[in-house]
């Protein structure tokens, strides 16, 4: 499956972006997704995923209660919704795919897209 990361931006400390990730392909509902960041100088980091036919969803720790993830196999698109953000919260964000439920390393994702920058100012 191909990815494709959009809805990345500049936004002020508090506010809202929505990330779109749209997939290629007929194979997109046999996936669980996933979305990772990677700031400057530091390892790429576990942000959501989303199941493949439940749409159960799990967090990384730094944006539960804050972000939400949620897909529609009928458009091959999954989304992130960012709320109350912070500057921590700036980095290249990635869309990604895996065959595995509930893992949150980079290693059992497949598939990646390009990223998109997220920028949170104070």
């Known amino acids: 499956v191909q990815l494709q990361a959009s809805g990345g931006g500049l936004v002020q400390a508090g506010g809202s972006l929505r990330l779109s990730c749209a997939a290629s392909?007929?194979?997109?509902?046999?996936?669980?997704m996933g979305w990772f960041r990677q700031a400057p100088g530091k390892e790429r980091e576990f942000v959501a995923g989303?199941?493949?036919?439940?749409?159960?969803?799990y967090y990384g720790d730094s944006v539960k209660g804050r972000f939400t993830i949620s897909r529609d196999n009928a458009k091959n698109t999954v989304w992130l919704q960012m709320n109350s953000l912070k500057p921590e919260d700036t980095a290249v964000y990635y869309c990604?795919?895996?065959?595995?439920?509930?893992?949150?390393?980079?290693?059992?994702?497949?598939?990646w897209g390009q990223g998109t920058q997220v920028t949170v100012s104070s």
């Open positions: 989303v199941a493949r036919v439940t749409s159960s969803t």
């Open positions: 990604a795919a895996s065959k595995r439920w509930g893992t949150m390393s980079v290693h059992d994702f497949d598939s």
């Open positions: 392909g007929r194979t997109f509902s046999t996936y669980n």
